[in-house]
């Protein structure tokens, strides 16, 4: 009987090849089985997300209290540089951070971005001025200081819990349910803690505007990112990074932008459009809420406010279980249709349900929860799942943090453009109207460009790393020192290597 083929050739030539890249199905080698311990990994990978969303959502809360604490200082524009500051600094956090993550790795990115955080909401919880525009402005530029943390964070600790979601077989097969628990799960439930928190302080001042309430609510901020933070330290770069990163200074941007530009492109134009809706949606729900009772209290509207966005959490829970059974972006398509049949139903009827007593409110705040429901369920879970594994190890965070920012910049755009729009409009109604109708438009046409831009996701992360390292040699690029150690799993099966030894 005659021996193998493989087994026929040079001991010498086949030691050559071992270090090669394996075939592609052959790469699930060592356990299977997942462990507590890096199920744990996996949340805190993310899990300081929770602090972000709680810091970002808060100062929609608490400006409704400056707005009766600070009248004159508190103008539509300074409200304005109050929402958008942490806006800001999340875009630059988001490049900064993403470039710091690929380049020095993903510990290094995890211990800056809250340096940045815990330093803003330090400044901005000790805010003082001689007037209260100066203290705003203080306010204004320490939220920027924060947003830098908070958005380096989104590129980050989405890699990092990515990355250390593909470590085992066990854990790849939950891989979107874990990642998305990490990441906009711990978002959605920072934004339902700080509405939880304000509401809690509010009432301990008897329901009245007082400078103790925003104080209180900044600097609980402070405490969040820190408790996790020593384990956090504790954290090493993901096998993926250590395998595949590219540490030196040549890069290789324009082969990576040659082949990832329309994954990229859909990506970034999807969260773009996703947070056109989301961030205006948010911050103007207790004034949707309170446009059905105009004498309802501080506390009353921003209690209503509270319980809509309190809808996102359960689509968060119920998106995480979706994704690994219809996968990441049919999952992001469907939540967005969802949303658009929900937004032009209350955009339709909105006259109706603002003139029809308390049943009709009842049923305005369902409807609109599902439609905060449906963006957790597909866009907010999928954002973050779609624009990591898109894209290979050596370019991941860069890529996730600009598509991150572009999306951001769509958050900054809808802030600004929505209530124009309904300042437009002879009556309020008429104008949210016109915002629940264009919101659900622009949901629609997200849903098109996910299905038609972003490809679907692949079950071993490393298949990509492979087949863009082997794309760089094929342009002529040096891969020799890519990654901390070149480890790349050998293509012989356990039983064949005992053949190969001499």
């Known amino acids: 009987m005659s021996a193998p083929k493989d087994i026929e050739t040079p001991i010498e030539d086949r030691a050559q090849e071992q270090h090669f890249v394996a075939p592609l199905a052959e790469l699930e080698s060592g356990t299977t089985k997942r462990t507590w311990n890096q199920t744990l990994s996996v949340l805190i990978s993310g899990v300081a997300l929770f602090s972000d969303g709680y810091n970002i959502q808060i100062a929609g809360y608490t400006n409704t209290v400056m707005a009766k604490l600070y009248p004159h200082a508190l103008t539509t524009t300074m409200k304005a540089r109050l929402s958008n500051s942490i806006l800001i600094g999340d875009i630059f956090g988001m490049l900064l951070f993403g470039l710091c993550a690929d380049r020095l790795g993903r510990r290094w990115g995890i211990v800056g971005c809250t340096f940045?955080?815990?330093?803003?909401?330090?400044?901005?919880t000790a805010a003082h001025g001689k007037t209260p525009e100066g203290m705003l402005w203080m306010i204004v530029?320490?939220?920027?200081?924060?947003?830098?943390?908070?958005?380096?964070?989104?590129?980050?600790?989405?890699?990092?819990?990515?990355?250390?979601?593909?470590?085992?077989?066990?854990?790849?097969?939950?891989?979107?349910?874990?990642?998305?628990?990490?990441?906009?799960?711990?978002?959605?439930?920072?934004?339902?803690?700080?509405?939880?928190?304000?509401?809690?302080?509010?009432?301990?001042?008897?329901?009245?505007?007082?400078?103790?309430?925003?104080?209180?609510?900044?600097?609980?901020?402070?405490?969040?990112?820190?408790t996790i933070f020593i384990f956090r330290m504790r954290m090493v770069d993901s096998t993926l990074y250590q395998k595949h990163g590219?540490?030196?200074?040549?890069?290789?941007?324009?082969?990576?932008?040659?082949?990832?530009?329309?994954?990229?492109?859909?990506?970034?134009?999807?969260w773009f459009l996703y947070d056109t809706v989301i961030y205006p949606f948010n911050l103007l729900a207790p004034t949707l809420a309170a446009g059905f009772n105009s004498k309802a209290t501080l506390l009353q509207s921003n209690g209503w406010g509270a319980l809509i966005n309190f809808f996102a959490l359960p689509g968060c829970i119920l998106g995480s279980l979706l994704i690994d059974r219809l996968g990441p972006r049919q999952t992001y398509a469907f939540g967005m249709v969802m949303v658009a049949i929900f937004g032009f139903a209350i955009g339709g009827a909105m006259e109706p349900l603002r003139t029809g007593g308390t049943g009709a409110f009842a049923a305005f705040v369902v409807l609109f929860g599902l439609f905060q429901s449906f963006l957790s369920v597909g866009p907010g879970n999928n954002n973050f799942l779609v624009s990591s594994e898109s894209f290979p190890t050596p370019?991941?965070?860069?890529?996730?943090?600009?598509?991150?920012?572009?999306?951001?910049?769509?958050?900054?755009?809808?802030?600004?453009?929505?209530?124009?729009?309904?300042?437009?409009?002879?009556?309020?109604?008429?104008?949210?109207?016109?915002?629940?109708?264009?919101?659900?438009?622009?949901?629609?046409?997200?849903?098109?460009?996910?299905?038609?831009?972003?490809?679907?996701?692949?079950?071993?992360?490393?298949?990509?790393?492979?087949?863009?390292?082997?794309?760089?040699?094929?342009?002529?690029?040096d891969t020799s020192d890519m990654g901390s150690h070149n480890e790349i799993v050998s293509s012989t099966p356990p039983n064949e290597k005992e053949d190969l030894k001499p």
């Open 116 to 124: 940045f955080l815990v330093l803003g909401v330090t400044l901005a």
């Open 141 to 226: 530029i320490a939220r920027g200081v924060a947003g830098l943390g908070a958005g380096g964070e989104y590129a980050v600790c989405t890699t990092s819990a990515v990355e250390a979601a593909n470590e085992t077989a066990g854990l790849r097969k939950k891989r979107g349910f874990f990642v998305v628990s990490a990441t906009n799960t711990a978002i959605i439930s920072g934004f339902v803690g700080s509405a939880i928190v304000f509401l809690i302080v509010l009432a301990a001042y008897g329901g009245k505007p007082h400078e103790g309430v925003w104080r209180i609510c900044f600097g609980i901020g402070i405490v969040l990112p820190l």
């Open 246 to 270: 590219i540490a030196r200074k040549a890069f290789p941007y324009k082969l990576a932008l040659k082949r990832y530009w329309k994954p990229l492109f859909g990506c970034s134009f999807a």
């Open 395 to 477: 370019v991941r965070g860069q890529f996730v943090g600009l598509a991150a920012a572009i999306g951001k910049a769509g958050a900054a755009v809808g802030t600004q453009v929505y209530p124009l729009i309904i300042a437009r409009f002879p009556t309020q109604i008429k104008g949210h109207q016109a915002m629940f109708c264009i919101g659900s438009a622009t949901c629609l046409l997200c849903a098109v460009i996910v299905m038609t831009t972003i490809p679907d996701r692949r079950d071993q992360l490393e298949d990509e790393d492979l087949e863009f390292r082997k794309y760089l040699e094929e342009n002529g690029w």
